[in-house]
């Protein structure tokens, strides 16, 4: 079912030229299910990072696009074509994973052509096409050299100009930068922001358990959990109106506390405007939810550190009342632990003149904009997933017969 002229709704998803998606698929290794009924699309030339704990199924969503395991069931589409039944040598994808695989007794270059040369693009035009990946990941000058010659930073470049190298309309990046120091990850996370802004009809699926990386790339974060797809949405739209606890603590740090609904009301702009107390005895506060809650009713208020404001003078305006635990200077920001009815919250703020002392009362207030009730019936918590009973030494599904046919042990994972 490629996406045709006629067809434009298919251009606009995944299913189109470019793109990328997932329709309903679901991956089991020896019955155990590890990617459960997972959809997604991406849009030609947009990047989407997929964010989760490890062992949630981002690699195996990967690995099913480039074409290393199987689906027992759905459709995966890939630059315009169902690529389902495809050998990953016959998908034309780009894919970098977290340890390079370059082939130890090839120089730079030859890992670079040595895409190219199974995909049979034309002799010619090899030359050109590396020297051009090489001086998109300003490996130009490391040509002849061989892989134990660089640094991982240099390794991954190579890695990732290989990738490029087959000019794929579909880039699948597997934790690329978490073999690499925190200084090196944060230049690399630049050069690919770049790199993308170069290639801007690349469609990049991008693995990650780091929040910070997905922020950074992402035009979209879909959020994993026990194999099953949480909640996507734009990283904006994540931090500022989650629509799962389990979002809501992924992307960004959050108090996520339970409440006592008291009150509801429509406001003019579609969203809701709720009154809740985070105990018997306390003042009711107003929170902003996307679906209107009943009154009696437990759900969880969800409060972001950087949100919250501090003062010692009496606030009833939006505030609840804490017995400070702690104190954390950081330079410049400081880190607060409170005690609020039995409850840890927690507030990040740049450098306070007078911070509060260990022990001292304070009121900690915000706006009734930034403090989100979640949805109910959307903890992301959703019952686990065969997933989190797999074991890991368990030996692994039959993997499609090219896979081991086409490539050489050291670049198990590297599609071409
Ligand atoms: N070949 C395999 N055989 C059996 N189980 C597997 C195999 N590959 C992965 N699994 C299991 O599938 C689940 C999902 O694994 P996956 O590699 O997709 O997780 P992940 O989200 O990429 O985690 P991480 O962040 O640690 O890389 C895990 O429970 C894992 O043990
Ligand atoms: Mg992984």
Redesign the pocket.
């Known amino acids: 079912m490629a996406a045709t002229e006629a067809d434009p709704s298919a251009r606009q998803s995944g299913r189109g030229t470019g793109g990328i998606r997932f329709e309903d698929v679901t991956v089991a290794?020896?019955g155990?299910v590890?990617l459960d009924s997972f959809s997604l699309d991406v849009a030609p030339g947009e990047v989407v990072a997929l964010l989760?704990?490890?062992?949630?199924?981002?690699?195996?969503?990967l690995r099913a696009v480039a074409g290393f395991v199987r689906p027992a069931s759905g459709r995966v589409y890939a630059g315009g074509r169902d690529v389902t039944d495809l050998p990953p040598y016959k998908r034309g994808l780009g894919m970098v994973v977290q340890q390079y695989a370059l082939f130890p007794h090839m120089r730079v270059e030859q890992n670079v052509a040595f895409g190219l040369k199974t995909q049979k693009v034309a002799k010619s035009t090899i030359p050109g096409r590396v020297a051009e990946a090489l001086r998109m990941t300003g490996m130009a000058q490391y040509a002849k050299r061989y892989p134990r010659e660089l640094s991982g930073g240099q390794q991954q470049r190579v890695a990732i100009a290989r990738a490029l190298a087959i000019e794929p309309s579909v880039l699948l990046l597997d934790?690329p930068l978490s073999a690499l120091d925190a200084q090196l990850r944060s230049g690399m996370l630049a050069e690919l922001a770049r790199l993308h802004r170069e290639l801007p009809d690349v469609s990049i699926l991008y693995?990650t358990?780091d929040q910070i990386e997905a922020l950074t790339l992402a035009d979209r974060i879909a959020v994993?959990n026990d194999?099953r797809l949480v909640e996507v949405g734009t990283a904006r739209e994540l931090y500022k109106r989650p629509g799962t606890e389990f979002a809501a603590g992924f992307v960004g740090n959050s108090n996520l506390l339970p409440v006592t609904v008291t009150g509801c009301a429509p406001q003019p702009d579609g969203s809701f405007r709720a009154t809740v107390r985070i105990a018997a005895e306390a003042e009711p506060v107003m929170a902003t939810c996307t679906e209107p809650a009943t009154v009696g009713e437990q759900r969880t208020l969800c409060l972001r550190p950087h949100f919250l404001g501090l003062t010692a003078a009496e606030h009833h305006d939006n505030a609840f009342l804490g017995k400070i635990t702690e104190v954390q200077w950081r330079g410049s920001s400081h880190r607060v632990f409170a005690d609020a009815q039995g409850h840890e919250v927690r507030l990040d703020t740049t450098e306070l003149r007078n911070p509060p002392v260990i022990g001292d009362e304070v009121w900690f207030h915000f706006s009734t904009e930034d403090a989100v009730l979640i949805p109910a019936a959307a903890s992301g918590l959703a019952p686990a997933a065969a997933?989190a009973t797999?074991d890991?030494t368990?030996p692994?599904?039959a993997e499609p017969a090219e896979v081991s046919a086409t490539l050489p042990a050291s670049a198990d994972g590297a599609a071409r």
């Open positions: 290794y020896n155990n590890v989760g704990p490890s062992g949630s199924g981002k690699t195996t969503a934790e693995v358990h994993m194999a997933a797999t890991p368990a692994t599904a």
